[in-house]
């Protein structure tokens, strides 16, 4: 299901898959921590003072999602909205943030307050500023 939105979204440059569900869609590119190759997924966003926001629920798994873990190691990736691919550097919210953060991510999609709810680990919120912001 997210390989066929993300065939879609690249197809069309957006116009099928920007909206999913309801929410906008971008698509993250990050580099795979042991293979190095380029490993592209669509995620739910949200804005805040010009950066983007995504949310490593994994729909409440005990786990991160390999996406998250391999920003960790490297946050250089690169993020398409509609048509428009950009580089950004990506980092973990600080604790300071996260809920001012979690609030306009929950606002998008509540869902991510259940998700929570049924694990343990604390769900990261991903902050990506563009290239260009963070020069």
Partial sequence: MVRDHILRYLATDG??????NGAPTLL???RGRRSHQLRRTALIFGRHNGDYLVVG???GAPKHPLW????????KVTIQIRDTVTPAHARL????ERPE???IMTKIWPAYDEYQQKTERLIPVIVLSTIDDID
């Fill in 68 to 75: 998250v873990e391999n920003l960790l190691v490297d946050p």
């Fill in 101 to 103: 953060y979690w609030k």
């Fill in 28 to 30: 993250l590119t990050t």
């Fill in 57 to 59: 629920s994994r729909g």
């Fill in 15 to 20: 116009e099928d898959g920007f909206i999913h």
């Fill in 93 to 96: 919210a600080v604790e300071s």
